[in-house]
């Protein structure tokens, strides 16, 4: 079966520090590779998406990058934080292409990032 | 690009009621509608999801309804239980095809009360 890891669970970092998260995935080849970013109460923000390795795409202007230097390693990072980056960090894989339809999307158990 | 619209933002049952949540999107080539439950400080979780090429589906409690015309689709809880107290969050793809990426709704806090 399919897992999904993702670390640091809890990270407290002072603003303009570097950041890195990691995800990988398990037991499937080819996954597409999601960021999503979740403020306190608010909706899942979609930040980077990859389909393949190499390949990512950016969803909304930032201070973050992504970056997939293997089938199924996604790495979250920033060169120097800001406040406004805290925030419930997502990592979530799908089956890579299989027609006209989406694949359900499978998130990791987050990382909570504190910019103080 | 899609836009999805979910109401209520919060939601309060008695337990044994019924519970609705409703999402439109606006993009009407959009064909994959999941519904995820996220419980506090947890992960989202896929609890059911419908294709366009269907207008209803039901999984014991939960149900999920399309309708394409309006470009609107709905959860349906049904027998509420102090459990399904979370945040439920709706989703669509940016169109059609499988390009993964899914915008979601600002959630729904339901709170079942026993």
């Known amino acids: 079966s399919q897992t999904i890891h993702q670390w640091p669970a809890t990270l407290v970092q002072p603003v303009g520090s570097p950041l890195s998260l990691e995800c990988t995935v398990e037991?499937?080849?080819?996954?597409?590779l999601y960021w999503y970013r979740q403020a306190a109460g608010r909706g899942l923000q979609l930040l980077f998406y990859?389909?393949?390795?190499?390949?990512i795409s950016s969803e909304v202007p930032q201070n973050l990058s992504a970056s997939r230097p293997q089938d199924r390693q996604f790495i979250l990072s920033s060169k120097k934080l800001l406040l406004s980056d805290s925030g419930f960090y997502l990592c979530?894989?799908?089956?890579?292409?299989?027609?006209?339809?989406?694949?359900?999307?499978?998130f990791g158990n987050g990382t909570r990032l504190t910019v103080t | 690009g899609e836009n999805v619209e979910q109401h209520p933002s919060t939601l309060s049952v008695q337990e044994g009621d019924s519970a609705v949540i409703k999402c439109t999107y606006s993009?009407?080539?959009?064909?994959?509608f999941p519904w995820y439950k996220q419980e506090l400080g947890k992960r989202p979780q896929l609890i059911i999801d419908i294709r366009s090429n269907v207008g209803e589906k039901k999984d014991q409690r939960i149900a999920v309804t399309l309708n394409k015309t309006a470009k609107h689709f709905s959860l349906h809880i049904t027998e509420t239980q102090p459990e399904d107290s979370a945040v439920y969050f709706c989703?669509?793809?940016?169109?059609?095809?499988?390009?993964?990426?899914?915008?979601f709704g600002q959630g729904t806090t339901l709170q079942v009360k026993p």
């Open positions: 037991g499937t080849s080819n996954p597409n």
């Open positions: 989703a669509a793809p940016p169109g059609s095809g499988n390009t993964g990426k899914l915008i």
């Open positions: 993009d009407s080539a959009s064909n994959y």
């Open positions: 979530a894989w799908s089956v890579g292409l299989t027609g006209s339809y989406n694949s359900p999307l499978h």
């Open positions: 990859s389909v393949g390795i190499g390949q």
